[in-house]
């Protein structure tokens, strides 16, 4: 085999491509959109090498028109799933012993064809089956994806590169094992980049993966599916199961051979998946991994100091951008009194000018809610804020399912600063906003601290730099990306590693190091070139 200490190429951000009029990549994904949008898939279970199909399948449909239906996949039964595990471990030694170079080359291809041949199709799927306008589809499907790939690459290189000191006597070297087992990766709707992120970064670490994607999330996961495929993953290494959620969880944790958790969804869920791994605990084999990624009631601090168009656009896209489904969306926000006018002018303009409809027309800055659960909820949240005595509806209120689930871009003020909607993650196109007084600033950041759960993202708005570092200081553990002057959205890889804590997670910054450490297990070697031969230590001589 060949040897040499290689040198990956130096990961740099994917561009974003303005989607501008008349231009190549606007006229490319508008034709993959109407040829996907015309055809009807068939997406199988993937494991090892067959693609199973089971007969009880399940349609695929576009929640911002959701009686089309662009294809169907099937579900899994037990022994599916637990022959997927079986194809993982059983791929497990030749994927284990392949050189990190080969494994490197195999996620570079991959970043490589979604950068090129894939990007419309990828960015198209985006649009169809999780209703992203191109934007949102662009710096998600295409560019975070593709920085995911790239930046792991380079992470891992450098995680290979920490070495332990040494002297001429004595070699110590550390390497960095795969965990034993498998890992078991559930991806959420919302992030196609995440969807494949999650099982690739195990992967890329020598992993092998069972990866349950989200039902409503299947269009795209196909075509991640076919990326790897096609940039040379080999069979097994990422075993592709869809269906019941419970079953397939109950049957992973209770193998002896679970090694890891990769997740990103709901903080309900991780917190189950956390009990249920330990009630399991005497029967694995190793003490698991567990990483995870969870909810967010991320909040948005205006300073007097602020200006105020920069404020209400942070507003503006961190709430409303993707229909308010990140977890890291602003939906609660402190604004002064003194500016509650101009700022309420300010948005009031600003959302009145968003145009609401199908990602297929570039001038709809929203579009649907992921699903018919979503936006009863949403609504039932509407409209107690309609009725609720502390609690007025200022913008929006309106919503519609009977083509798609369409809800109105919403804001609701509120006297309350502890209101359910100040509190509660909903996941939607809803803000929240509490008006304090100018001379209680410090009390306010007080209450941000103290009113949420969550701990994962917020934003700063303000002129005056005393201000900005007080804030910093006292939220210090209230959120785990903080932005200062900027909407609490957009996370770049390897520029703002990503995560948070409290209910919001294990707080493992996916795109960065410290994510990539998490699936490897680190082993010290000591040599002695020259043993001693006499147990006598100097201290016992007379």
């Given at each position: 085999?060949?040897?040499?200490?290689?040198?990956?190429?130096?990961?740099?951000?994917?561009?974003?491509k303005?989607?501008?009029?008349?231009?190549?990549?606007?006229?490319?994904v508008?034709?993959a959109y109407?040829?996907?949008?015309?055809?009807?898939i068939?997406?199988?279970?993937?494991i090892?090498?067959?693609?199973?199909?089971?007969?009880?399948?399940?349609?695929?449909?576009?929640?911002?028109?959701?009686?089309?239906?662009?294809?169907?996949?099937?579900?899994?039964?037990?022994?599916?799933?637990?022959?997927?595990?079986?194809?993982?471990?059983?791929?497990?030694?030749?994927?284990?012993?392949?050189a990190?170079?080969?494994?490197?080359?195999?996620?570079?291809?991959?970043?490589?064809?979604?950068a090129?041949?894939?990007?419309?199709?990828?960015?198209?799927?985006t649009?169809?089956g999780?209703?992203?306008n191109i934007?949102?589809?662009?710096?998600?499907?295409s560019?975070?994806?593709?920085?995911?790939?790239?930046?792991?690459v380079?992470?891992?290189?450098?995680?290979?590169a920490?070495?332990?000191?040494?002297?001429?006597?004595?070699?110590?070297?550390?390497?960095?094992?795969p965990?034993?087992?498998?890992?078991?990766a559930?991806?959420?709707?919302?992030?196609?980049?995440?969807?494949?992120?999650?099982?690739?970064s195990?992967a890329?670490?020598?992993?092998?993966?069972?990866?349950?994607?989200s039902?409503?999330?299947?269009?795209?996961?196909?075509?991640?599916?076919?990326?790897?495929?096609?940039?040379g993953?080999?069979?097994?290494?990422?075993?592709?199961?869809?269906?019941?959620?419970?079953?397939?969880?109950?049957?992973?944790?209770?193998?002896?051979?679970?090694?890891g958790l990769?997740?990103?969804?709901?903080t309900?869920v991780?917190?189950?998946?956390?009990?249920?791994?330990?009630?399991?605990?005497?029967h694995?084999?190793?003490?698991?991994?567990?990483?995870?990624?969870t909810?967010?009631?991320?909040?948005?601090m205006?300073h007097?100091?602020?200006?105020?168009?920069?404020?209400?656009t942070?507003?503006?896209?961190g709430?409303?951008e993707?229909?308010?489904?990140?977890?890291s969306?602003?939906?609660?926000?402190?604004?002064?009194?003194?500016?509650?006018?101009?700022?309420?002018d300010?948005?009031?303009?600003?959302?009145k000018s968003?145009?609401?409809g199908?990602p297929e027309?570039?001038?709809?800055?929203?579009?649907?809610?992921?699903?018919?659960?979503?936006?009863?909820?949403?609504a039932?949240?509407?409209?107690?804020?309609?009725?609720?005595?502390?609690a007025e509806?200022i913008?929006?209120?309106n919503?519609?399912?009977s083509?798609?689930?369409?809800?109105?871009?919403?804001?609701?003020?509120?006297?309350?600063?502890?209101y359910?909607?100040?509190?509660?993650e909903?996941?939607?196109?809803?803000?929240?906003?509490?008006?304090?007084?100018?001379?209680?600033?410090?009390?306010?950041?007080?209450?941000?601290?103290?009113?949420?759960?969550?701990?994962l993202?917020?934003?700063?708005?303000?002129?005056?730099?005393y201000a900005?570092?007080?804030?910093?200081?006292?939220?210090?553990?209230?959120?785990?990306?903080?932005?200062i002057n900027?909407?609490?959205?957009?996370?770049?890889?390897g520029?703002?590693p990503?995560?948070?804590?409290?209910?919001?997670?294990?707080?493992?910054k996916?795109?960065?190091?410290?994510n990539?450490?998490?699936?490897?297990s680190p082993?010290?070697?000591?040599?002695?070139?020259?043993?001693p031969?006499?147990?006598?230590?100097?201290?016992?001589g007379?």
């Amino acid at each position: 085999m060949l040897k040499g200490f290689f040198k990956v190429p130096k990961a740099i951000n994917e561009p974003v491509k303005g989607y501008a009029p008349d231009s190549p990549e606007k006229e490319a994904v508008l034709s993959a959109y109407k040829k996907m949008w015309n055809a009807k898939i068939d997406v199988p279970l993937y494991i090892g090498k067959e693609e199973i199909r089971t007969g009880n399948t399940q349609n695929i449909t576009p929640p911002h028109d959701h009686k089309h239906i662009v294809g169907t996949y099937h579900l899994a039964e037990k022994k599916h799933v637990e022959s997927a595990i079986s194809n993982a471990l059983e791929s497990r030694q030749a994927w284990v012993n392949m050189a990190w170079e080969q494994r490197a080359a195999i996620f570079l291809k991959a970043a490589e064809l979604i950068a090129g041949p894939y990007r419309a199709r990828i960015n198209a799927a985006t649009m169809i089956g999780q209703s992203k306008n191109i934007h949102q589809a662009e710096i998600d499907a295409s560019c975070e994806l593709i920085d995911f790939l790239r930046f792991n690459v380079e992470f891992m290189t450098q995680i290979y590169a920490d070495q332990p000191t040494s002297d001429s006597s004595i070699w110590n070297r550390l390497e960095y094992r795969p965990l034993e087992g498998f890992i078991y990766a559930i991806t959420p709707f919302n992030f196609t980049a995440i969807a494949a992120n999650l099982p690739a970064s195990a992967a890329m670490m020598g992993n092998v993966v069972v990866w349950k994607p989200s039902d409503s999330q299947v269009f795209s996961a196909k075509i991640i599916i076919e990326v790897f495929k096609e940039a040379g993953l080999p069979d097994g290494v990422i075993n592709v199961v869809f269906g019941d959620a419970a079953m397939i969880t109950d049957t992973i944790l209770a193998s002896r051979d679970f090694a890891g958790l990769h997740f990103t969804g709901s903080t309900h869920v991780f917190k189950d998946l956390w009990a249920k791994i330990g009630a399991n605990i005497h029967h694995y084999k190793t003490y698991p991994r567990i990483v995870g990624e969870t909810g967010g009631k991320d909040f948005i601090m205006v300073h007097p100091s602020a200006n105020v168009k920069q404020a209400v656009t942070g507003m503006v896209r961190g709430a409303f951008e993707f229909q308010g489904q990140k977890c890291s969306a602003a939906s609660r926000v402190y604004v002064p009194k003194s500016l509650w006018p101009a700022i309420k002018d300010q948005l009031t303009t600003d959302i009145k000018s968003l145009k609401m409809g199908s990602p297929e027309d570039f001038g709809n800055f929203i579009t649907a809610v992921i699903h018919e659960g979503s936006f009863d909820k949403l609504a039932g949240y509407i409209d107690r804020a309609k009725n609720d005595a502390d609690a007025e509806i200022i913008i929006g209120g309106n919503y519609d399912k009977s083509i798609g689930y369409f809800i109105e871009p919403t804001v609701i003020l509120t006297t309350n600063p502890k209101y359910v909607t100040m509190k509660t993650e909903l996941f939607g196109p809803v803000l929240t906003i509490y008006i304090y007084e100018d001379a209680h600033w410090a009390e306010t950041l007080k209450l941000i601290d103290e009113t949420s759960d969550y701990a994962l993202t917020g934003a700063i708005f303000s002129q005056d730099r005393y201000a900005i570092e007080e804030a910093t200081v006292k939220l210090q553990n209230a959120s785990g990306n903080l932005y200062i002057n900027d909407k609490p959205t957009g996370a770049v890889v390897g520029q703002q590693p990503f995560g948070g804590a409290r209910a919001s997670g294990t707080n493992d910054k996916a795109g960065s190091v410290l994510n990539l450490l998490r699936w490897v297990s680190p082993r010290t070697i000591k040599e002695v070139f020259v043993s001693p031969e006499d147990y006598r230590y100097p201290f016992l001589g007379e």
